[in-house]
């Protein structure tokens, strides 16, 4: 495969990640210094993770053993590492998907890291803050990794081109790299496929649509996107059809246009119609497994019901006056009563759903966030309220 035959073989080869790579950079200073370190990398697809990984191996004369997470088998690790026991070469393990590992795999890894007995590397596309164990995030260096921009994206193709020997004009080059979304095994993928003949028709045949968060970086796509959310919002349903189908023939990804229209659910709608939310969520959910031609269909739906749906921004004003409110006045204390497991804990069940008693902090007791509106199912909500509390 192209996107296999043209990975860097050393540092100096490698285009991306300059925050981590370059002159006084830690990746660099780490192979400079020769202080090999347990690392885990995060980040998009096709953004060098791996790669890296094996130049690092290089550097460091360690003998590279690739796993995936979804795969590993414990007792074959051991093995791996057990032969290099009582030798000079440190195996470097690299693990792909790394966040897939369960709490008892990566507690298996902490006696492996904490005596240095191989050199661990991670990869995946989730967060480790949330994936690994802290006693895992402890004992290893945790590197971000960026989407790689156009001119990055651009240098590597140019250097597949001449090294493959390929005629490609600038319009299907700049396609390549305007729909792969900073991912360049995504990009080298295409222009393999495309080799023979890599023109515009051709390349827009194979990916039809854009693998990116948007069309383009004009103002164009900002001017579509942002056109859709206003005619929903304003409650024109045509309006918002049409700036829809303009993203959808633009080749916009319909995963990005559901996400945005999840978003509006919550902040423009709300508990005016509490289903707007649910519609949206299977609107995202459907289009991930389906893709075009027929996502356009369930696109539609859910922009018709959010556009005839009532408006209220009450869930939006509420959050962000709560968030203000707590960044100016910082730790007021938890009521007693309720606290845990606190015997004066009155449980509203007990008292036929609702019992009357302090739940905010005394100096602050009275403080409003949520102003409530006459609109939809958010009045049914405020008059239910008012019925229980007055009661």
Same mark, same amino acid.
């Given at each position: ?112 890291? +904490? ?136 080749? +916009? ?139």
């Amino acid at each position: 495969m192209l996107a296999l035959k043209e990975r860097p073989n050393n540092i100096d080869d490698f285009i991306g990640q300059k925050h981590l790579v370059g002159v006084n950079k830690p990746i660099s200073n780490m192979i400079k210094n020769n202080t090999p370190m347990h690392c885990f990398f995060y980040g998009p697809p096709g953004v060098g993770k791996t790669s890296l990984a094996r130049i690092l191996a290089n550097e460091f004369g360690g003998e590279f053993i690739e796993f995936n997470a979804t795969s590993i088998k414990i007792d074959e690790l051991r093995n791996k590492i057990a032969k290099y026991k009582g030798t000079l070469i440190k195996p470097i393990i690299f693990i792909d998907e790394i966040h897939r590992l369960s709490k008892n795999q990566q507690e298996v890894l902490l006696p492996i890291m +904490e005596n240095f007995d191989a050199i661990i590397f991670g990869a995946s596309t989730y967060n480790p803050y949330r994936s690994l164990t802290s006693a895992i995030r402890s004992r290893c260096m945790i590197f971000e990794f960026y989407a790689l921009n156009k001119l990055e994206l651009l240098e590597i193709l140019e250097l597949a081109i001449k090294k493959n020997n390929i005629k490609i004009d600038e319009d299907s080059k700049q396609y390549i790299i305007n729909t792969s979304n900073g991912d360049a095994r995504a990009m080298l993928n295409l222009l393999e496929l495309s080799k023979d003949d890599p023109n515009l028709q051709n390349l827009k045949q194979i990916r039809p649509v854009s693998l990116n968060e948007g069309i383009s970086e004009d103002s164009t796509h900002y001017d579509l996107i942002s056109a859709m959310i206003k005619s929903i919002r304003g409650s024109d349903e045509n309006a918002a059809l049409y700036y829809l189908a303009r993203l959808i023939v633009a080749g +916009e990804n319909p995963e990005f246009i559901a996400r945005r229209l999840v978003i509006l659910a919550s902040e423009d709608i709300g508990n005016a119609n509490p289903n707007a939310l649910n519609i949206a969520t299977n609107t995202m959910l459907a289009v991930e497994k389906i893709g075009y031609p027929e996502s356009r269909i369930i696109l539609s739906q859910c922009v018709i019901y959010l556009a005839c749906s009532p408006k209220s921004n009450t869930a939006y004003k509420a959050i962000d006056d709560a968030i203000a409110f707590i960044k100016d006045n910082p730790n007021h204390k938890v009521p007693n009563n309720i606290s845990h497991f606190h015997k004066d804990y009155k449980y509203p069940h007990n008292f036929g759903g609702y019992v009357k008693q302090n739940y905010l902090p005394n100096d602050i007791k009275d403080i409003k966030f949520v102003r409530w509106s006459d609109i939809g199912f958010e009045k049914n909500l405020k008059e239910w309220l008012e019925k229980i509390q007055n009661k």
